[in-house]
């Protein structure tokens, strides 16, 4: 892989998040969930908001048995920071580097709703 191929940005926190660390989302109630669809268009999300996400678009709860998933969320929380530059960033940069911006109703029906 040359320099230039290297991901950078949400695309290279996706390559850790997912094949990294499992956390590509799931199917539920024969929806496909993935955290893309949690990120609203704009507004502030910190790393801690965002591993959040990362979980329940698994549809796992963050909260459950904490010991166990410590190492992981602290990971998370910190390829966050590393690829993203910040702790708290624009959700519009929260985007794949070859989709259109998000409209600013994006999914928002999600957030909340999944039972």
Not at 25 to 36: A, E, F, P, S
Request: glycine share 6%.
């Amino acid at each position: 892989m040359h320099e230039d191929d290297t991901p950078k940005g949400y695309d290279a926190l996706m390559e850790i998040a997912c094949p990294g660390w499992g956390f590509c989302g799931c199917i539920k109630n024969d929806t496909n969930l993935h955290v893309d669809i949690l990120i609203p268009s704009t507004g502030p999300v910190s790393a801690d908001q965002f591993v959040e996400w990362l979980f329940l678009a698994d549809d796992m709860n963050p909260n459950n048995n904490p010991e166990k998933w410590e190492r992981a969320k602290q990971a998370l929380r910190d390829a966050f920071i590393e690829c993203m530059g910040a702790e708290v960033v624009d959700a519009s940069r929260l985007i794949w580097s070859n989709c259109e911006p998000r409209e600013s109703t994006s999914h928002s029906k999600f957030r909340g709703k999944i039972d």
